[in-house]
């Protein structure tokens, strides 16, 4: 595990078979430098299809766009999980916030361990298995793992009408690890950043309709005082010929 807090590096939580590893996923976001500033597209360890699922995403759910943006995504050492049937979406958490963090220059926290698929309403779905991956994490020496929110079966209401399910926190069942239940995309990247996500500010554009009309009134004020200022200076030279 590193020890330092850096950018564009998030660690998942997979299963190779049944057995749980971690894998370290790697970001790297910079300004497109192609003649149509249209930003290319580069992953190694990954699906194509995936990481433009996971871009979607993020700019429609949460209002971050990589329009203009070169993307590289990277599995280090080689690994391949865009194959498994079983396992190929469990690491889409872990590899925005690589996104995102690379992106706005905000480091992800190197204690903290992610788990989660990414749905396309920009929710966190869960994945089985998950508490032996939160064991790995725990093994691997990491004090926080960011997962989905957990539903889990109560016995006590097995004969209940309302049914035998409800929402409770997956911390009882696991010590020694901080698992932090996210519901939602934009809360678990936050929740792994070592700082906040910088909000827009809403301005208008120079160019936009509100300042072309502003300036079309002030334009139009401006040529109406200048003609009275040309009637008023006739009407002083006729009075001076009549005097004349």
């Not at 590193?2 to 590893?21: A, F, T, W």
């Not at 970001?27 to 497109?32: D, I, K, Q």
């Not at 926080?144 to 409770?168: C, E, H, L, M, W």
């Amino acid at each position: 595990m590193n020890q330092d807090d850096v950018e564009g590096c998030g660690i998942s939580l997979i299963l190779e078979g049944m057995r749980p590893m971690t894998v370290e996923v790697q970001a790297l976001v910079t300004s497109a430098g192609g003649p149509s500033f249209v930003g290319r597209r580069t992953v190694d360890g990954i699906a194509t299809n995936r990481l433009l699922l996971i871009l979607a995403v993020l700019q429609k759910r949460c209002g971050i766009s990589f329009g203009r943006q070169d993307v590289y995504v990277n599995v280090v050492g080689g690994i391949s999980i865009k194959n498994s049937k079983q396992d190929s979406t469990s690491s889409d958490l872990a590899v925005a916030v690589a996104l995102v963090s690379s992106l706005f220059n905000i480091s992800v926290r190197s204690d903290t361990a992610f788990v989660g698929e990414i749905g396309l309403l920009g929710e966190l779905r869960q994945v089985p298995s998950i508490e032996k991956r939160i064991n790995e994490a725990r093994r691997m020496g990491f004090s926080a793992v960011v997962i989905p929110k957990q539903k889990y079966f109560d016995p006590k209401k097995r004969n209940s009408k309302k049914g035998g399910s409800k929402t409770r926190s997956i911390q009882s069942s696991i010590r020694g690890i901080d698992c932090i239940e996210a519901e939602n995309l934009l809360d678990a990247i936050e929740k792994g950043l070592v700082s906040r996500i910088p909000k827009k500010k809403k301005t208008n554009p120079r160019g936009g309709y509100k300042h072309q009309q502003q300036q079309r009134r002030k334009s139009t004020k401006k040529n109406d005082h200048e003609d009275d200022f040309i009637i008023d200076d006739d009407e002083d030279d006729f009075d001076d010929f009549l005097f004349q």
